[in-house]
C-alpha cells in the first residue's frame, strides 16, 4: 500500500484541538447569556412596599436589567438586530422609555452603552435605600452583587464578540484536514504488480477506510464552523429572541404579580410521617427493589481476628530507633583508675549522650563475653533504670569539687588513687539500683547483689574490647604517661565526637 506512510494523526491532531475549543467556546458563550432569575428573586425579596410607589420601584429596577440585556444582545446576534435594529424599536417595544433615550443620546461616547441601565440600576436601588424601600445595608449589598453578575454576564457576551478564535487558526486546521485528503487520494491507491501493467498504472478501487475517515474528520471541521458563532439565525444558533421574551415576562411577573402573594399555610401530606416517601407509578416501581447505594466499602469483609480492637498501651507510638551508649564508652568511665576531674567530665559526657537516647530503649544488658545477648541468665535482672536517671550528680559533685568541696574530699592523691577503684564500682551498683545509691557519711552503703556492668576477668590495664593475646596498637595522640593511669585511659577523648 502506498499511502502506508499517510498516518491519520497528521488531520486528528490539529483538528481536534480546534473542535475542543470551538465546542467549549461555545458552551461559555450560551453560560454568559445575562439571565434574570436571581435578580429578580432579590428584587422581590428586598424591595418593599405594596403602594404604587413601591410597585413602581421593582419593576422600573426589572426593567433596567432588561434593557442592559436587549442592547448587548442586539450588539452580538444578527437575530435580535433584526428585531431591534435602532432604538426608536427599543422605546417602541416598551424596554426605554422617552425621558431615558434622552438620557441616552446625551451621553456621548464611542463605545457601546450596554452598561448605562446598569448605573440607572445603582441609582434607583441607592435611592431607594434612602426611602426605606430597601430595609438594610446586607440587602442593598445583596441587590448590587446580582447586579454586578447580571452586568458581568453581560460584558463577556461583549468580550467573547470582540475577539473571536484567531482566523490563522481556522485556516492552518482546514488546509491540514483537506490536504491531508488529498494526499490519501493518490497515495492510498492499490497496485498489483503480478497483474503485469505496464509503466505501473493505477488499479483503482474503493478505499472504504479513507472514505471513512474524511467523512469523519471534515465532518468534525464543519461542526466547529457551525458552532464558532452561535449568535446568528442558522437552525443551531442561539435562540434569543426566545429567551428575550421569556425573561421579560418572568422578571415582571416575579417582582409585581408575584409580590407578597403567598398561599395560605397548611400542613403537608406527610406531615406526621417519620419516614416520608413519594409514591411511584406501575412503571417505575421497580426501583423499589433495588437496593440503595451505601458506598463502595460498604460490602468489605475482615476476618474476625483483624476486628479485633487492641490496647493502646501495648502499641508503641512515635518511638525512633535508638542509638545505645557505646559500652566502650561505658567501660572506660566506669573503670577503675580514672581522675577525680575526668571522671566528672566522663560522667557529664555521659549524661549529654544519654539524653539523646530514648528512655523506652535504654534498657539492662548484660556483657557476657560468649553470648552478647541481652536476654541471658547469668544473674536475676532487677527493674530497669533509664540512665538519664541514674543519680551521677552526688558523685560528681563529690569529684569536681576539689579542694573546696570540705571534708568530704580527699587530702592526698594516694588516697584518691585508692578509692577510686571502689567509687566506681559503687557507681556501678548505683546504675542498676532503682532506689538509686545514694552516699553516705560514712562513704556508700553495701551493694547489692547484681551482675556486673563491666567485665571484670579483664586485666585492669587492658581494653575490655582486647582480648588477652591482642596486640594493643599504640596511639598516635597519646601523650606522657602518667602513674596510676591505665595505658587505654591514657589516651584522651574526643568530647565533640562522644556528645
Known amino acids: 500500500m502506498a499511502g502506508s506512510t499517510l498516518s491519520p494523526v497528521l488531520a486528528s491532531f490539529p483538528a481536534g484541538f480546534y473542535v475542543t475549543l470551538v ?54 446576534s444578527t437575530a435580535v438586530f433584526k428585531r431591534f435594529p435602532t432604538i426608536d424599536h427599543v422605546v417602541e417595544a416598551g424596554f426605554m422609555t422617552r425621558e431615558e433615550r434622552k438620557k441616552y443620546e446625551n451621553l456621548s461616547s464611542s463605545y457601546n452603552k450596554y452598561w448605562i441601565p446598569c448605573i440607572w440600576f445603582t441609582n434607583l436601588v441607592a435611592q431607594a435605600r434612602k426611602e426605606g424601600r430597601v430595609r438594610d445595608d446586607c440587602a442593598l449589598k445583596l441587590l448590587m452583587e446580582e447586579l454586578n453578575h447580571f452586568r458581568a454576564n453581560c460584558s463577556m ?72 458563532n452561535p449568535f446568528g439565525e442558522d437552525d443551531d444558533d442561539f435562540e434569543t429572541n426566545l429567551l428575550i421574551d421569556r425573561n421579560f415576562q418572568v422578571s415582571m411577573m416575579a417582582v409585581d404579580e408575584m409580590y407578597d402573594d403567598l398561599p395560605l399555610l397548611e400542613k403537608d401530606r406527610y406531615w406526621d410521617a417519620s419516614n416520608p416517601r413519594a409514591p411511584y407509578t406501575a412503571a417505575t416501581v421497580f426501583l423499589l427493589h433495588h437496593p440503595s447505594f451505601q458506598g463502595s466499602t460498604f ?61 523506652a530503649s535504654t534498657s539492662y544488658s548484660c556483657l557476657c563475653q560468649d553470648t552478647q545477648s541481652t536476654d541471658c541468665g547469668c544473674e536475676p535482672r532487677g527493674p530497669r533504670l533509664p ?14 569539687g576539689g579542694e573546696d568541696a570540705g571534708h568530704g574530699v580527699p587530702n592526698s592523691h594516694q588516697e584518691v588513687w585508692a578509692e577510686e577503684s571502689d567509687l566506681a564500682q559503687r557507681s556501678q551498683v548505683s546504675l542498676l539500683n532503682p532506689d538509686g545509691a545514694i552516699p553516705v557519711a560514712g562513704g556508700f552503703p553495701p551493694s547489692q547483689d547484681v551482675a556486673p556492668l563491666v567485665d571484670t576477668s579483664v586485666a585492669r590495664d587492658v581494653p575490655f574490647f582486647l582480648q588477652p593475646g591482642d596486640a594493643q596498637e ?16 591514657q589516651n584522651p577523648i574526643n568530647e565533640e565526637t562522644t556528645a
Not at 439571565?35 to 420601584?57: F, Q
Not at 541514674?390 to 569529684?399: H, R, T
Open 23 to 76: 465546542v467549549n467556546r461555545w458552551w461559555r458563550q450560551y453560560t454568559c447569556i445575562p439571565m434574570p432569575d436571581r435578580l429578580m428573586c432579590a428584587i422581590s425579596g428586598n424591595v418593599h412596599g405594596g403602594d404604587e410607589r413601591g410597585r413602581l420601584y421593582r419593576r422600573t429596577l426589572m426593567r433596567y436589567s432588561s434593557l442592559s440585556a436587549v442592547l448587548i444582545l442586539r450588539s452580538v
Open 387 to 400: 540512665l538519664s536517671e541514674a543519680p551521677f550528680a552526688v558523685e560528681q559533685q563529690a569529684w569536681e
Open 474 to 489: 599504640p596511639s598516635s595522640r597519646s601523650g606522657p604517661l602518667r602513674a596510676g593511669f591505665p595505658l587505654w585511659l
Open 157 to 228: 457576551l461583549f468580550h467573547y464578540d470582540w475577539i473571536s478564535v484567531p482566523l490563522v487558526y481556522t485556516q492552518v486546521v482546514t488546509i491540514a484536514v483537506y490536504s491531508f485528503f488529498v494526499a490519501c487520494l493518490i497515495g492510498r491507491q492499490f497496485l498489483d504488480p503480478a497483474q503485469g501493467y505496464e509503466g505501473h498504472d493505477l488499479d483503482l478501487c474503493v478505499p472504504v477506510f479513507t472514505l471513512l475517515q474524511f467523512f469523519f474528520y471534515v465532518g468534525w471541521l464543519k461542526v466547529a464552523e457551525q458552532l464558532i
Open 299 to 359: 460490602d468489605i469483609t475482615l476476618p474476625k481476628e483483624e476486628m479485633q480492637f487492641q490496647p493502646l498501651e501495648e502499641i508503641e507510638e512515635g518511638l525512633e530507633l535508638s542509638h545505645p551508649v557505646p559500652l566502650h564508652l561505658l567501660n572506660r568511665l566506669l573503670a577503675p583508675g580514672t581522675a577525680p576531674g575526668s571522671f566528672g567530665r566522663r560522667l557529664s559526657l555521659l549524661r549529654r549522650k544519654n539524653s539523646c537516647v530514648s528512655e
